[in-house]
């Protein structure tokens, strides 16, 4: 379980209490050390073991008496574990039990500093954050009386915006939101959110599922002190909700067993929410307008002594507005739940009128009147709306005309701009490459760039060690060094290696041709023996749903075989893969994606040292080749120069069809470089046109495999068109005499390929992502790439 990448690490962990009958009987135990005087044990946890990397979020599910704040005492150091292994790195700030912290005699401002020196910060840190932590607490003039006089929610705004303004590297909150009002609620769910996405571990434990699946990457499930289930939130919830209905629909409709404590009175919350069958966190929902139904459901729990609540949704555009609104009690519709107070309602939008977009829904449970809100899945699934026509604005209003298409400019593909203010990523590394290796051990040195993105992680590489003073001290001599490998390198430091990792020669036009455009080819690992180790990529402009960026293309990874070490984390592999990342590819990177083409062997390599993780697999459709005649209404011509604006026409058509995937460019640009421009393999690149009205359908990209078939490299354009363009390529694999057409796509895309009798067949090649560095999560990209052997640099 140990990984340079945890920041918790726990192992058996169990804590069991001694229970006696009186304090003589304690004494006794005390003094005698005997077991005769009638005590036993009570076991509060026992054998419970997880780990979490940075930034993740962890919830923990369970009844009353489960163990979960017992875990997370012992997390925070509260309470000591009567045996397993516990490992923390990082400053934790915790919300416990109501006020644990606090000297009730002091005041609220006083308490701050208390707070803050317990977490080792001093009074001037915390001075420079009091601004903010009493602004936050919403306290106003009561900052300065003593906390005794605080009421509850008091209490819990001021002890949240201390534990959450200190810059925690981990968080730990254990149901102090729960005596918060609506509006402090809200803003807590935002600041954790924003702590997440700067990295903050956090490890959360609520009695709202709907919360532990919207904030929560992984969830817990504990019951009687044990693990019962721990991995995806969606899968836990609903496995630990089923656990909850059954349990609860075995006891007596009237009655509730005094083991089980009962919930507050007067209380209602959503316990199950499902968008489209997707739970809070997972999509986006993908929808066509004017054909598909929008499915809602919800589950509730309430007190059965009161009314019945109600449920109303809304839809909202993604910066904040409501687009739509609807609730149970304006529409004449009541709520139905059983007698302890469980509830199911269900909502269908028939043939969504919303038109194409990005939107989000929210669900809220009021009073039966509409007046008081009880729970809020804010966010729950967000939308992505899709249309056939040109039609703008937000709704589709019936009419009795139709409406006339405007024309479109081709889309866009310049590359997002990076933040100008970010040091370019090459001098950090020249410098420290330069600058370090000469230098003997023990010597000290300052680094010219002390605000560099990466300095902290970069120089332990080179054996630094930081100092009070900002100078770093060289402590050890690594085994490698690492530098830059320029695109015009010298093909002496990576042609032997090359032939070494793959048994075949790359010519220097090749490499010319892969890594053209660039400085950076990628880093490289350095022994007394010269290059052992390379990572490189290639910039490949992408558009993420309708947005132009910038991505890269993983390219050449080389270890040299002979080299000892070379997979484990400290290894040549890491080493080039994490600085490349770290370097590169992120937000406000010069890259803000990457992909590659992995096998599981090295797939699994890379995950299992946090640095990819899989979104995505390749298929292989193949069809099979017979007797095809011409197709009247289609021709199809190799392309020339005089093609780009059909080139372009076809490009813009597919990009704006396939906006709710991630695509790379394929505009004339591409076209030109990747197949026309191609050193070493010849292409046959065909646009393909209408008969008669000579509009272009698309462009087909093909490469011949001989004996083994004619390879479909690459379509652009509509995919409404794609079965037009397969065809082009079954006509000219019957005109070569080849048995068959085969093609790479995308599992989550290859949909797109069917027809014409094609089989589709799982290979292993995977699409990862990274998670390394900062940037979108693996979540966000899951089977939302359209890839083709095109988008690679060796087909």
């Known amino acids: ?104 005699e002091f005041s609220g401002r006083e308490n701050v500093y208390l707070y803050g020196s317990v977490l080792g910060l001093s009074h001037q840190e915390m001075a420079d954050r009091f601004d903010e932590i009493a602004a936050f607490s919403g306290i106003g003039e009561f900052i300065d009386q003593p906390v005794k006089t605080y009421s509850s929610g008091m209490y819990v705004r001021l002890a949240f915006s201390i534990a959450t303004s200190v810059d925690p590297d981990i968080l730990v909150v254990d ?18 959110m924003a702590l997440r996405a700067k990295g ?33 939130p969606a899968q836990v919830v609903s496995a630990y909700q089923e656990f909850l209905d059954s349990t609860e629909a075995q006891q007596p409709a009237l009655a509730v067993s005094p083991a089980q404590p009962s919930a507050p009175k007067g209380y209602a919350r959503l316990t199950r929410v499902r968008v489209g069958g997707l739970a809070p966190g997972q999509g986006p929902l993908q929808l066509v307008s004017l054909k598909d139904d929008l499915h809602i459901d919800a589950h509730f729990s309430s007190d059965p002594n009161l009314p019945c609540p109600s449920v109303a949704v809304s839809i909202h555009s993604p910066d904040g507005r409501i687009v739509s609104s609807a609730g149970a009690w304006n529409d004449g519709h009541l709520l139905e739940r059983d007698a302890v107070g469980l509830g199911h309602v269900s909502l269908r939008f028939p043939q969504l009128p919303l038109l194409k977009g990005r939107y989000y829904v929210s669900l809220h449970l009021f009073c039966e009147r509409g007046l008081h809100i009880y729970d809020v899945a804010d966010r729950a699934v967000y939308l992505s709306v899709e249309q056939e026509g040109l039609e703008q604005g937000l709704f589709h209003m019936p009419r009795i005309w139709s409406s006339q298409s ?25 410098w420290l490459s330069a600058t370090v290796p000469p230098l003997p051990e023990g010597a000290c040195v300052t680094c010219p760039f002390p605000q560099a993105p990466g300095l902290e992680t970069l120089a332990p590489r080179f054996g630094l060690v930081a100092q009070a003073d900002g100078s770093f001290l060289k402590t050890r001599s690594p085994r490698w060094s690492l530098a830059w490998v320029r695109s015009d390198a010298p093909p002496l430091d990576w042609h ?39 990572y490189g990529g290639l910039p490949r402009q992408v558009i993420k749903h309708g947005v132009p960026c910038m991505a890269l293309q993983i390219g050449d990874v080389m270890v040299h075989p002979n080299e000892r070490g070379v997979l484990t984390r400290q290894g040549p592999f890491n080493l080039a893969c994490t600085t490349f990342l770290e370097q590169l590819m992120g937000f406000e990177r010069p890259f803000l994606l990457g992909f590659g083409f992995p096998n599981q062997k090295h797939l699994q390599l890379a995950t299992r040292q946090g640095i990819y993780k899989a979104v995505d697999q390749i298929t292989e459709t193949q069809w099979p080749v017979r007797r095809l005649l011409a197709d009247w209404r289609i021709r199809s011509q190799p392309v020339t120069t005089s093609d780009e604006l059909s080139v372009n026409s076809c490009w813009a058509d597919m990009a704006e069809a396939m906006r709710s995937s991630i695509l790379g460019v394929r505009d004339w640009a591409f076209v030109v470089r990747r197949y026309l421009q191609n050193p070493t393999v010849n292409y046959t690149v065909l646009l393909v046109r209408a008969r008669f009205a000579g509009s272009p359908l698309g462009v087909v990209v093909l490469r011949d495999r001989a004996e083994d078939g004619l390879e479909l490299i690459d379509l652009i354009g509509k995919p409404s068109n794609f079965p037009q363009l397969i065809r082009s390529a079954l006509r000219q694999a019957y005109l070569l005499g080849r048995q068959r057409v085969f093609a790479w796509s995308t599992l989550s895309h290859q949909h797109l390929l069917q027809g014409w009798r094609g089989v589709t067949t799982p290979i292993d090649v995977w699409i990862p992502a990274n998670v390394w560095s900062n940037g979108p999560t693996a979540e966000s990209l899951q089977d939302q790439w359209w890839l083709m052997g095109g988008d690679t640099d060796f087909r």
């Not at 990397?53 to 599910?61: S, T």
């Not at 489960?66 to 490992?87: D, E, H, R, Y």
């Not at 400019?409 to 020249?430: G, R, T």
């Not at 075949?504 to 007394?528: C, I, N």
């Open 1 to 104: 379980m140990s990984s340079d990448l945890n920041v918790i690490e726990a192992q058996d962990l169990s804590k069991v209490y001694q229970l006696f009958l009186s304090p003589a009987d304690r004494l006794r135990q005390m003094l005698f050390g005997a077991s005769r005087f009638g005590n036993r044990s009570f076991s509060a946890l026992s054998g419970v073991s997880f780990s979490l990397h940075r930034g993740e979020v962890l919830g923990l599910v369970g009844r009353n008496g489960a163990g979960k704040s017992t875990l997370l005492q012992i997390v925070c150091g509260t309470l000591m574990p009567s045996s397993g292994a516990l490992n923390v790195r990082g400053r934790v700030a915790a919300l416990l039990e109501l006020g644990a912290g606090f000297n009730v």
């Open 175 to 192: 149901e102090a939101l729960s005596v918060g009002d609506g509006e402090f609620a809200r803003k807590s769910f935002d600041r954790i």
């Open 200 to 232: 903050t571990t956090i490890l959360f434990c609520s009695h709202s599922l709907f919360q532990v699946e919207s904030i929560c990457t992984r969830a817990m499930w504990l019951h009687a002190g044990k693990v019962v289930a721990q991995g995806n």
């Open 406 to 430: 405007e024309d479109r400019l081709p889309l866009d593909s310049s590359p997002a701009a990076q933040n100008p203010n970010l040091m370019p990523p090459e001098v950090l590394l020249d």
């Open 496 to 534: 032997a290696l090359f032939k070494l990792c793959f048994g075949h020669e790359m010519s220097p036009a090749h490499w010319d041709w892969k890594y053209r455009g660039q400085t950076l080819a990628g880093v490289g690992v350095f022994a007394d023996s010269g290059l052992v180790g390379f």
